[in-house]
T-cell receptor, first 113, second 115 residues
Framework: GENVEQHPSTLSVQEGDSAVIKCTYSDSASNYFPWYKQELGKRPQLIIDIRSNVGEKKDQRIAVTLNKTAKHFSLHITETQPEDSAVYFCAARVGTNAGKSTFGDGTTLTVKP | GAVVSQHPSRVICKSGTSVKIECRSLDFQATTMFWYRQFPKQSLMLMATSNEGSKATYEQGVEKDKFLINHASLTLSTLTVTSAHPEDSSFYIC???????????FGPGTRLLVL
């Protein structure tokens, strides 16, 4: 089955700096890659996603890049703010909408003011 | 739009009792729902995938007789933890996916404590 590895497990940055979280996946048939943000005590929420036919996607301060050949994708957060502090999960899904997503182990991001 | 509710938010029960957790999609029809278990500071561990009107598909290592899942309608799935024991204490989160989307939307989770 699909295996998703996420690095780093913890990341601490100064406010205003950029943060990068990387994930690799094992199944080359994976075609959908969402990123979720989970604040303490709250539900995971989708922040950005990318499909396998796209190499990069940007939404304001957040961007995701995908390298299908290398089977890795990354989350980039620029101009970080304290409210960006949370746990971030990447995921990869094979096949259709009915398929399940495999999640990475999460990255705890701390943005120091 | 795309709101998922979960009830109860917190439950404390005695060892040996059964607990039912409900997951509802409030403003969309969810052809697929997922149940996860999350330990402190850890990732989301998928327990099972349920499709409306059919039996749930359980992940390896998850006891289907202990964690009963019912997806009786397009807006409701239930997880029943049968004969709960202290090691079942955890945070259980459901998610639901609209039939027309790739995105899954998470419920707020249920904190289960078995004494």
């Amino acid at each position: 089955g699909e295996n998703v590895e996420q690095h780093p497990s913890t990341l601490s940055v100064q406010e205003g700096d950029s943060a990068v979280i990387k994930c690799t996946y094992s199944d080359s048939a994976s075609n959908y890659f969402p990123w979720y943000k989970q604040e303490l005590g709250k539900r995971p929420q989708l922040i950005i996603d990318i499909r396998s036919n796209v190499g990069e996607k940007k939404d304001q301060r957040i961007a995701v890049t995908l390298n299908k050949t290398a089977k890795h994708f990354s989350l980039h957060i620029t101009e970080t703010q304290p409210e960006d502090s949370a746990v971030y999960f990447c995921a990869a899904r094979v096949g259709t909408n009915a398929g399940k997503s495999t999640f990475g182990d999460g990255t705890t991001l701390t943005v120091k003011p | 739009g795309a709101v998922v509710s979960q009830h109860p938010s917190r439950v404390i029960c005695k060892s040996g009792t059964s607990v039912k957790i409900e997951c509802r999609s409030l403003d969309f029809q969810a052809t697929t729902m997922f149940w996860y278990r999350q330990f402190p500071k850890q990732s989301l561990m998928l327990m099972a995938t349920s499709n409306e009107g059919s039996k749930a598909t359980y992940e390896q290592g998850v006891e289907k007789d202990k964690f009963l899942i019912n997806h009786a309608s397009l807006t409701l799935s239930t997880l029943t933890v049968t004969s709960a024991h202290p090691e079942d204490s955890s945070f259980y989160i459901c998610s639901a996916r609209p039939g027309t989307e790739e995105t899954q939307y998470f419920g707020p989770g249920t904190r289960l404590l078995v004494l």
